[in-house]
């Protein structure tokens, strides 16, 4: 006996983002030597989905700043000073979608939006792509996105960094954010 075919799940909609099945990374180079891997834990977001032309979607998104985590308690700490995310003084970031256009193969999308860190906002381009829909077996429908950006840490500036005495800083400009997604259908 073989498996019923998976019923077509409608995309148009409110979608709220599921914190608990969601990751917000990033990535930075450190000591011109190794990679920094963390994420924030605390997200938040709304996504309005329109099937019939994907490029009518929206997102806005939060991310408590304190949430930040490499697994590294005083890197930690020192991030979230006020050399870097200064959480004290700007407890979120946020991301409020501005426009959305096709990507370069099926099911990818560029998602252009406005990204605010330490109160200072600058336009960025996620990648997105659709990774599939379905039904939990808690009944809740879910829908799945992947998206990756670079963004310039001076551009929201965070300029601290330190020399190192062969050359090179401690820390990268250029930071890789990655995103997993799993958002629950709300209408």
Known sequence: MTAPAPAAINLTGTWTIDPA?????FSARHAMVTTVRGQFKDVEGVLQLD???PTASSASVTIQTDSFDTGVADRDGHVKSADLLDVATYPT??????????????????LTGELTIRGVTSS??????????????FGNIRAGFTAT?????????????????????????????????SSIKSS
């Open 93 to 110: 970031i946020t991301f409020v979608s501005t426009g959305a256009a096709a990507g370069k193969g099926e099911d990818e999308y560029v």
């Open 124 to 137: 960025v381009d996620l990648d997105v792509t659709f990774e599939g829909s379905s039904k939990d077996p």
């Open 51 to 53: 099937e019939a032309d």
């Open 21 to 25: 099945h969601t990751r917000i990374g």
């Open 149 to 181: 950006t670079t963004i310039s840490r001076k551009d929201f500036g965070i300029s601290f960094n330190a020399a190192l005495e062969t050359g090179g800083v401690l820390l990268s400009d250029k930071i890789k954010i990655e995103l997993d997604i």
